[in-house]
Nanobody
Framework: QLQPVESGGGLVQPGGSLRLSCEVS????????MRWYRQAPGKEREWVAN???????IYADSVKGRFTISRDNAKNTVYLQMNSLTPEDTAVYYC?????????WGQGTQVTVSA
């Protein structure tokens, strides 16, 4: 069983940057995919980005060109670098790990973009 734990959220001004981290207990080397999702107040949870084991990085159109997903297998950690943030990026960000037909979710980290 895997346990993702997110960190790195906070309050940032529009145009600013944050880097979220997701540390996963157990090796992420054999995980099929790692994903970031977000959920804004009053809205459905939406997918943000994928990083597939040995495959491409894929982004939602709303964050393409601004967010970058990466992984460090040695640290069992996946990152989400977020640049040029806008108030519309305000949400709780969740890390998701898919392995062996199961999905594992973290508890989320709050990102607030406000002046």
């Amino acid at each position: 069983q895997l346990q993702p734990v997110e960190s790195g959220g906070g309050l940032v001004q529009p145009g600013g940057s944050l880097r979220l981290s997701c540390e996963v207990s157990g090796s992420i080397f054999s995980i099929n995919a790692m994903r970031w999702y977000r959920q804004a107040p009053g809205k459905e949870r939406e997918w943000v980005a994928n990083i597939i084991n040995g495959g491409p990085k894929i982004y939602a159109d709303s964050v393409k060109g601004r967010f970058t997903i990466s992984r460090d297998n040695a640290k069992n950690t996946v990152y989400l670098q977020m640049n040029s943030l806008t108030p519309e990026d305000t949400a709780v960000y969740y890390c998701n790990a898919a392995k062996g037909g199961f999905e594992y979710w973290g508890q989320g980290t709050q990102v607030t973009v406000s002046a």
